[in-house]
């Protein structure tokens, strides 16, 4: 069993946790609360051991007693996935996880350079064997590499423009926004292109991208100058029979962000969450003069698409070789076909 335990219990941490509980080869020692919330009751009531993150803490005046703190937590497991925001986990690397030589999982808000590895699981699960330290990708970051990594072992990318449609804020966040505009990102390329290339290492991609008024996932739109011709129903074919990616359709009434998370709501997911990249099928295009130009769009379920990924870097650091089987293991978890 590998033992593991999650600092951050926030909307990446959470998700983390249950998927960790949920699997039969790991064993979830317990979560840190940072500052007292419903997360910290809700982790209560699933029988969490509760220990005090570092800084600010106010679990005993809110009557939670802790297990012990991030120390105590730390001398139990294997693995500590840090979810905290962006800039702590590095700050948490120097000062708990180093010191304490525990193996630790980083998200996509903190900088590739802090690990040196980057992780999508379909794309380089083998990067991740047996490294102290890797960093899963932001959530656009991960729903480009998924399938842009079909695309290119298929057909062989020459190079990619992409653009996020990025949601405002997660659906319970009342302090981000925007409420009433569209606010392009003003940098040339948006991050997200050198980071794809953290995954990806080869592929040529531009990206630019805006937020918008809406907490219901991303949308992408992307252009992939190919090297061989492809035809529409071999691309179709290739997005469903990849892993982690889901060809939806406006025939089944899937025509929006709205709908498909309404969708993930009526399978029953947990939480209601879309791990997929719902890729549209009737928005896959190719250009008619040379066949080899395609065009996509695609849905990204910010809160989840990242959490599978945690999960098999977990397996990958510890050691497990078979990439395919721990995305297997991890898919039958989340219910993914
Ligand atoms: P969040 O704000 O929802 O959760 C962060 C949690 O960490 C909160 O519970 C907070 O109380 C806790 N925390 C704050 N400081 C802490 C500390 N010093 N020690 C321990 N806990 C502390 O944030 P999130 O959205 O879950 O983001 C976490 C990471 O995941 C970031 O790197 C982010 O970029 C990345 N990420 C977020 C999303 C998303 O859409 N929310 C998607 C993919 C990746």
Redo the contacts with the bound molecule.
Sequence with gaps: MIKVGV???????KRVADAVAMQKDMKLIGV????Y?F?TEVAKEKGYKIFA???DNDLKPNGITPDGDMGNLLEEVDVIVD????K??KE?LDKFYRPKKVKAV?????KHEITGTSFVAQCNYNEAINKNYVR?V??NTTGLCRTLDAVNKKYGIGSVHATMIRRGA?PWDIYHGPINAIVPVLEMPSHHGPDVQTVLHNVEIFTTALSVPSTLMHLHTLTVDLKKKANLNDVIEMFKKSTRIRVVRNAEHLRSTAEIMEFARDLGRLRGDMPEICVWQEAIGITSNAHNKLLYMQAVH??SD?IPENIDCIRAMMGFKDGEKSIRMTNEGFGIK
């Design positions: 600092n951050g219990y926030g909307t990446i941490g840190t609360a940072h500052s919330s997360n993150a570092d800084g979810a905290t925001p962006k702590v986990g948490n980083f998200q996509g808000g903190e899963i932001s959530c997660d910010q809160e990242v």
